[in-house]
């Protein structure tokens, strides 16, 4: 009986721990949900600044492009040079996503070099870039990783998970180990700290 209390207590002390914040933050209430709004702030700062720039520029295509325009193909070539490099022939459905990604987590960081965030005052915290959270940050890792199960999956259905057998049975732990150890390797890739 006394292991059960002793591992109740463990967990309980684990529970009060999750609720430490560090910092204070600026919360909405949504419905039933504590939502974050710092970090939504930023986000939508950062979308704002895509989605305007992209349909400012393509909104009215040339067929001798303006300087706007050759930027923006120019990024475009970039990312899909960089998804047929890593992926291979079956780059193409790819592009949206890893796109999407990288500029999403690159005009996050610059957001966080080169806008002035701390110039908004708000009740509670201060504004920073998108990826200096945390949250953040582990939900690019998970949609990433989601990502790479489902080409995985769908590529070799579930003979995918063969590989992690090789090349020995016995180092199946140490290959499911690597998969977690990537996503919170991940993690740390996608933040910026400002």
């Given at each position: 009986m006394n292991v059960l209390s002793c591992s109740i207590n463990t967990l309980k002390g684990l529970y009060d721990i999750s609720g430490v914040e560090v910092g204070q933050h600026f919360y909405w209430q949504i419905g039933g949900f504590q939502v974050h709004a710092q970090v939504l702030i930023t986000s939508w700062v950062v979308i704002a600044i895509l989605l305007g720039s992209a349909t400012l520029v393509v909104r009215n295509p040339q067929t001798i492009p303006t300087d706007g325009q050759n930027f923006f193909e120019y990024v475009l070539e970039f990312i899909r040079d960089v998804s047929k490099t890593q992926i291979g022939e079956e780059y193409g459905s790819w592009v949206p996503f890893i796109g999407t990604m990288f500029l999403f987590i690159f005009v996050s960081n610059w957001s966080g070099?080169?806008?002035p965030w701390k110039i908004i005052q708000l009740p509670h915290g201060e504004l920073a870039a998108p990826t200096n959270d945390i949250n953040t940050t582990v939900a690019l890792a998970l949609l990433t990783s989601v990502a790479y199960f489902y080409a995985g999956l769908t590529k070799k259905g579930l003979g995918y998970f063969g590989k992690y057998i090789q090349p020995?049975?016995?180092?199946?732990?140490?290959?499911?180990?690597?998969?977690?150890?990537?996503l919170y390797h991940l993690v740390f890739d996608f933040s910026v700290i400002y």
């Open positions: 070099a080169l806008l020995t049975p016995i180092l199946l732990p140490i290959n499911i180990l690597e998969d977690f150890t990537n």
